[in-house]
């Protein structure tokens, strides 16, 4: 995890720092993101029987599950490296995979043998870990959301040098990549709904987010085993606490509670087929109700475009009750089927237009790691654009930025394009 390399890390409690939104990040407001035509980039591919050498910077829950995938992509990649701040946690993903093991994400990056990263770490450590991959001359896999949510200057940052150093950079949502996606951004396009107007999604589960992030030592200090001090990287100083350490999700200083854990999954594949730009206005309410924690357990977002459409986020960790989500057109509505409702999975697409027939495109691979991961290993070798590149995930990111601090401020966050910032 991250310690200061010498970066300009602009950060804040509440209030960040002017945010950059470059012009190019801008020019890529209304590119494809579900393209099937990748962009091709001017870096050497590699061989097509060549493995692939990946290190991986954090194995914790998430890192032990991309641990998991890519020890079965046997004939694609090698895991050369790995690294982590918890001595256990990092022996354990050693003697696993037989990698060598490192304490100091930078000198896993010193590694010859390692062609590209996975980052799974605490949000506040991925804009930071990744471009320091990049300026290494790595490609990356890096955990959603792309920033923490008091950094989304990181994030443009981050796409900048990307585009200097001609990396490959996949943003990890598993929800990102599937056949129909493509299929749907072209039906909305050829107007068989119309113009989208609204957007619904949302994200219910029952439980904290303590229950995915168990405590192994209670008694745990830092130490040998233990770098609190690589841990809080940029994060404002505090004292050790064994949750802070293991259940960092719970606390604002190093994650963004629903928004940019949850619903994240939920906008993913909204982005694929929706050409949506940069905010016109966020609204973000909810709080804690029911658990003991910093972060919110009941978060609603409203984001509204210029022109449209406005997307309505809802989410619930009291109760598992979920909604579909839904695209309503001017002229019929795209429907996201349950992947629990006991109703064939797919996009079903309904048209008003005159003898128009109703359609069910089938989902193929949402929810599954391994297709993103077979999509990024194709793109390191063939230096083509994967599904879900950075400058995809920045304009993912705003609005989640948007959001956490319209509901810390208690205020409507909006966003000058002139100026490039977040005025709340």
């Known amino acids: 995890m991250l310690s200061r390399n010498g970066h300009d890390l602009h950060h804040g409690d509440d209030q960040p720092s002017r945010r950059r939104f470059l012009k190019a990040a801008t020019a890529t407001v209304g590119a494809a993101a579900g393209q099937s035509a990748f962009t091709l980039l001017s870096a050497q591919a590699k061989g097509a029987n060549d493995r692939i050498g990946i290190g991986f ?36 993903a050693a003697e696993t995979t037989g990698a060598k ?37 790595k490609d990356v896999y890096v955990e959603k ?57 949302g994200c219910f589960r029952r439980g904290d987010w303590g ?28 004292a050790f606490s064994v949750s802070r350490f293991f259940q960092w999700r719970m606390f604002w200083d190093y994650a963004g509670g629903p928004a940019t854990d949850l619903l994240y999954h939920s906008l993913a594949p909204v982005f694929q087929v929706l050409d949506l730009g940069v905010p016109q206005r966020v609204m973000c309410g909810g709080g804690t109700l029911q658990y003991d924690r910093e972060v919110p357990d009941q978060c609603n977002i409203l984001v509204d475009y210029e022109g449209g459409p406005t997307l ?6 009291s109760n598992f009750t979920g909604v579909d989500t839904m695209l309503r057109g001017t002229d019929g509505i795209v429907i996201w089927q349950g992947i629990d409702s006991g109703r064939p999975k ?21 929810g599954v790691d391994a297709k993103l991961w077979e999509n990024f290993l194709q793109c390191v070798k063939s230096r083509q654009q994967p599904v879900a590149p950075v400058d995809y995930a920045v304009r993912i990111q705003l609005p ?20 490039k910032t977040i005025i709340t």
């Open 57 to 92: 910077i954090g194995a914790g829950f998430r890192g032990n599950n991309h641990l998991t995938t890519v020890g079965r992509m046997t004939d694609a990649a090698e895991i050369v490296a790995v690294c982590d701040v918890y001595g256990p946690r990092l022996k354990a």
């Open 101 to 137: 093991p490192y304490k100091h994400f930078q000198e896993l990056l010193d590694d010859p043998r390692v062609d590209a990263v996975c980052i799974a770490t605490p949000d506040r450590h991925h804009a930071p870990q990744a471009i320091e991959a990049v300026r290494r001359g």
């Open 145 to 201: 959301p792309l920033t923490h949510w008091s950094q989304f200057e990181l994030a443009q940052q981050l796409a900048d040098e990307v585009r200097k150093h001609e990396r490959i950079v996949q943003v990890g949502s598993q929800f990102a990549i599937d056949d129909a996606l493509p299929k749907i951004r072209e039906k909305i396009k050829q107007g068989v709904i119309g113009k989208v107007v609204h957007v619904q999604a």
């Open 211 to 238: 229950e995915r992030m168990p405590i192994p030592d209670p008694a745990a200090q830092p130490g040998a085993d233990l770098d609190w001090k690589q841990f809080l990287g940029d994060a404002p100083p505090t």
């Open 312 to 317: 309505s986020l809802t989410n619930s960790l």
């Open 346 to 366: 797919g996009a079903r697409i309904v048209s008003t237009h005159k003898d128009a027939k109703e359609e069910l495109l089938p989902w193929t691979s949402m």
């Open 400 to 419: 989640m930025s948007m959001a956490i601090l319209s509901h810390r401020k208690s205020v409507v966050a909006k966003y000058d394009s002139a100026s």
